[in-house]
């Protein structure tokens, strides 16, 4: 059981493909899309950072080359990973990851529809 004043690492992950380009574009597109996962990455935490008055929480910005499965996975193996929370469009989460992995994972959809009062009009 954690005592109340230990820390937690908390890791925000952001895994990206390099989409068709011409050879010689390669190096640039792969930079570019990293470069833009870190500063978004970075955002998130500093938006995470100002809803919460626990300093007590490390954050750590990952930023790898694959897919959300692979990486995950390798994580996973790599890391004393406690838990997973992940957010997911229902058409892209994927079975083999929820088999595969060896931890509890706490999934979520990115836009759940509003229900109740809080219905658009």
């Given at each position: 059981m954690q005592e109340e004043n230990d820390s937690c690492s908390v890791l925000l992950l952001h895994t990206y493909l390099i989409p068709p380009a011409p050879f010689h574009d390669l190096l640039k597109v792969h930079d570019a899309l990293r470069r833009d996962s870190i500063i978004g990455l970075e955002k998130e935490i500093q938006r995470i950072r100002a809803m919460?008055?626990?300093q007590k929480i490390l954050f750590e910005a990952l930023s790898y080359l694959g897919t959300l499965e692979n990486v995950i996975a390798h994580l996973v193996g790599e890391r004393e990973i406690d838990g997973i929370i992940l957010g997911h469009d229902e058409r892209h989460l994927r079975r083999n990851l929820l088999?595969?992995?060896?931890?509890?994972?706490?999934?979520?959809?990115?836009?759940?529809?509003?229900?109740?009062?809080?219905?658009?009009?």
């Open positions: 919460t008055a626990n088999i595969r992995l060896k931890c509890p994972i706490l999934t979520f959809p990115f836009n759940p529809p509003h229900t109740g009062q809080n219905q658009p009009r």
